[in-house]
T-cell receptor, first 113, second 117 residues
Framework: QQQVKQSPQSLIVQKGGISIINCAYE??????FPWYQQFPGKGPALLIA?????SEKKEGRFTISFNKSAKQFSLHIMDSQPGDSATYFC????????????FGTGTRLQVTL | SAVISQKPSRDICQRGTSLTIQCQVD?????MFWYRQQPGQSLTLIAT?????????ESGFVIDKFPISRPNLTFSTLTVSNMSPEDSSIYLC??????????????FGPGTRLTVL
């Protein structure tokens, strides 16, 4: 599987702050980039996703920024809340490849009061 | 979306034994996937299981160690055979309700936490 690099490994943000998680990929054939949120003891849940035909996608407090030329994409969580404390995974796949997801290494986010 | 359940939710097993994990989906899906998530690590795809065909395994995973069944469009099993402590992980199934034709969106089950002593 092609690699997806994710940083930082862990992140502590104060309530109300902005959480930023970055990912970089190698395979230029990737054309779908989802973000998953995982709480302890639960399976990952799809949070938001983007395709490379747009540079930004926003859903509520969550925004993906996408830089195709740099092969990078990032998740921004605005007005971070303690309930956002979870592990976040970026992923990538190429359409038509049986949806095989390549996951980043994960970022453990802690939002403090 | 799809609602996915897994059984068991957790288990503690002795080395050398085998465990079969069940994955049930609330709707018919073509594509099901099995992942392994080692403690504190990311998810690694074990295999893709499509109904009516043999499972396709990723590099580093073999059928003898992880046999998979897919008897119908709502159910699959993964067996972890001849277990060793290195097999201690969370095993997750996921589905792509649209069969990879459009959104490539996958939904995950809650996982099975396996500890091998």
């Amino acid at each position: 599987q092609q690699q997806v690099k994710q940083s930082p490994q862990s992140l502590i943000v104060q309530k109300g702050g902005i959480s930023i998680i970055n990912c970089a990929y190698e395979n230029t054939a990737f054309d779908y980039f989802p973000w998953y949120q995982q709480f302890p003891g639960k399976g990952p849940a799809l949070l938001i996703a983007i395709r490379p035909d747009v540079s930004e996608k926003k859903e509520g407090r969550f925004t993906i920024s996408f830089n195709k030329s740099a092969k990078q994409f990032s998740l921004h969580i605005m007005d971070s809340q303690p309930g956002d404390s979870a592990t976040y995974f970026c992923a990538a796949t190429r359409s038509g490849t049986a949806s095989k997801l390549t996951f980043g290494t994960g970022t453990r986010l802690q939002v403090t009061l | 979306s799809a609602v996915i359940s897994q059984k068991p939710s957790r288990d503690i097993c002795q080395r050398g034994t085998s465990l079969t994990i069940q994955c049930q989906v609330d709707s018919q899906v073509t594509m099901m996937f099995w992942y392994r998530q080692q403690p504190g690590q990311s998810l690694t795809l074990i295999a893709t299981a499509n109904q009516g065909s043999e499972a396709t395994y990723e590099s580093g995973f073999v059928i003898d160690k992880f046999p998979i069944s897919r008897p119908n469009l709502t159910f699959s099993t993964l067996t972890v055979s001849n277990m060793s402590p290195e097999d201690s992980s969370i095993y997750l199934c996921s589905v792509d309700p649209l069969g990879g034709l459009s959104t490539d969106t996958q939904y995950f089950g809650p996982g099975t936490r396996l500890t091998v002593l």
